[in-house]
């Protein structure tokens, strides 16, 4: 049995165990998310205008494409599109890192996933905490993409032990979150009136604060060694850097940003606009300048600045296998070596979608060649009667689907593409940062500072994909066992 299976079954357990009185891991989740989103709204008042923008657009489109708001409706997407959202943080420690993957179980959710951002000149790895069944999925798929400093990759030997003891210094979660999180552990979840002071609690974490924790002069020194460095180190926790909301048309978003007054990153990272969306496409506005007081500043707030909080949208498109995923590096990594340049260069968009010609945009070719996961659903019962009643044969999959029996459905992509983050990154650090780093994959160290394994999303997908067969060789076993008995 695989970790992530172990961990789907003692969540039920707990819950089962604790009894009506305790939350789910689901409910409190969503109230986490909402809290979350109603504390960055206040907090960017442009958030607020680009949920208002997503959500028009998105309405405009399941207008002109009723056979998407069908598709959607079936695959129970359609309910948790306006729940869509995904946050960031960026820690400084392995402790404040393995702390936050016990807040963030209580929640349901959990590490998938390992990132390398070194390789984009972002000093961090990284891991998306999410829900990781289909049914939590379904009830909120709120993520949070949380990244771990790398202090190793600051060159100056001074300056990296100087942001090591600003970082021991802090604790970013309150001694009532903590004290509610063991309560938690101890109990198998919370009840309605702890899991309401335990998001309050933890959402203190993700509070904006406008002083520094160091003087001008550190803060810049940081800055200079990397701007993501002075975020993470000079601050007292980890401030959420933004929400993001799902769309089902990034492009027209993107236009629509600049009439709003938004300040649009030059292109849209990931792949190319298709007629059968796959992975992950990301945009945003870019980051605002916020006022900040430095330690032993006389100077008024506006004396001192800081690019951090920007606002971000997301299309997600199908899951693909681990064959899909080898042909869209290859080809992404084509794309960037042609001038030498990212995402940022004035030709980049054309490049990609010439290159990504040769990635199939037709649905059943991405399923026969085995590029996208898919999940399985009887469409016509009374069809795959027939089909059992035809024959003693196995269930002829490709035979199901012509015949309308049987309808495969691409899986959602749920997780993150370390180049299209560092984009993102890149973009609202200034843009004209462009750090170099070796690849630095480290996960076995970020394992040990998380203090537990990352799942693998890829097979994540697989077993869902696996369910979904073995739930209609069942069904369609049923059809054949009731043939035989009106024989």
Same mark, same amino acid.
């Given at each position: 049995? =695989? ?21 789910? *891991?689901?409910? @409190? ?19 607020? #205008? ?11 489109? %399941? ?11 079936? &695959? ?64 909120? /798929? ?15 030997? $001074? ?6 003891? @600003?970082?021991?210094?802090? +604790?970013?979660?309150? *001694?009532?979150? @903590? ?64 929400? =993001? *909301? ?30 059968? *969306?796959?992975?992950? +496409? ?8 916020? /006022? ?12 001192? =600045? ?14 693909? =296998? ?9 080809? %992404? ?15 980049? #968009?054309?490049?990609?979608? $010439?290159?990504?010609? &040769? ?40 035979? !199901? ?43 076995? !160290?970020?394992?040990?500072?998380? &203090?537990? /394994? ?20 069942? &069904?369609?076993?049923?059809?054949? #066992? ?6």
């Amino acid at each position: 049995m =695989t970790s992530a299976a172990c961990i789907a079954i003692s969540e039920s357990a707990c819950t089962a165990a604790a009894g009506a009185a305790l939350l789910s *891991p689901d409910e @409190i989740r969503t109230r986490f998310s909402s809290a979350m989103s109603a504390m960055y709204r206040d907090e960017v008042p442009q958030y607020g #205008a680009l949920l208002e923008l997503v959500a028009q657009v998105n309405a405009q489109y %399941l207008e002109q494409h009723p056979e998407e708001r069908a598709a959607l409706a079936a &695959q129970q997407e359609l309910e948790r599109l306006n729940l869509e959202r995904h946050g960031a943080i960026r820690l400084g420690t392995a402790q404040e890192l393995a702390m936050a993957r016990r807040i963030f179980a209580v929640m349901g959710m959990h590490p998938v996933g390992y990132y390398d951002l070194s390789v984009a000149g972002v000093p961090v790895h990284s891991t998306a905490f999410r829900p990781i069944s289909d049914e939590a999925l379904c009830k909120n /798929p709120f993520r949070i993409f949380t990244s771990l400093l790398r202090l190793e990759l600051i060159e100056d030997a $001074a300056l990296r032990e100087q942001a090591a003891q @600003i970082l021991a210094q802090r +604790r970013i979660f309150t *001694p009532r979150a @903590i004290a509610l999180l063991e309560q938690a552990e101890r109990a198998g979840g919370l009840d309605q009136a702890q899991a309401d002071e335990f998001v309050a609690e933890v959402l203190h974490t993700f509070r904006w604060h406008s002083e520094a924790t160091v003087d001008a002069a550190t803060y810049q020194r940081l800055h200079d060694a990397h701007r993501l460095i002075a975020d993470v180190v000079c601050f007292k926790g980890p401030h959420i850097n933004h929400l =993001t *909301p799902r769309t089902l048309d990034i492009d027209a978003v993107q236009r629509a940003m600049p009439e709003r007054g938004m300040a649009a990153k030059d292109v849209v990272e990931g792949p190319p606009a298709r007629q059968h *969306p796959i992975l992950l +496409r990301q945009t945003s506005f870019k980051a605002l300048q916020e /006022p900040i007081r430095f330690v032993g500043a006389d100077a008024p707030a506006s004396a001192g =600045t800081h690019t951090a909080r920007f606002g971000e949208i997301e299309q997600r498109g199908a899951a693909l =296998t681990r064959k899909g995923r080898q042909l869209y590096d290859a080809l %992404l990594a084509r794309v960037r070596e042609i001038g030498n340049v990212g995402s940022s260069d004035a030709g980049y #968009a054309q490049r990609l979608q $010439a290159v990504f010609a &040769q990635f199939p945009d037709d649905l059943q070719q991405l399923r026969q060649q085995g590029l996208a996961f898919f999940r399985y659903r009887v469409l016509d019962a009374a069809q795959l009667q027939r089909l059992a009643q035809a024959n003693d044969a196995p269930l002829d999959l490709e035979q !199901a689907i012509a015949c309308g029996a049987v309808q495969a459905s691409p899986i959602t992509y749920e997780d993150f593409l370390p180049v299209s983050a560092a984009g993102i990154f890149q973009s609202n650090l200034g843009g004209a940062e462009q750090k170099s780093y070796a690849a630095n994959a480290a996960q076995a !160290a970020f394992e040990q500072a998380l &203090q537990a /394994p990352v799942l693998d999303e890829i097979e994540l997908y697989a077993r869902a994909q696996a369910d979904s067969l073995q739930q209609l060789q069942q &069904q369609f076993a049923q059809c054949r #066992a009731a043939a035989a008995a009106c024989a």
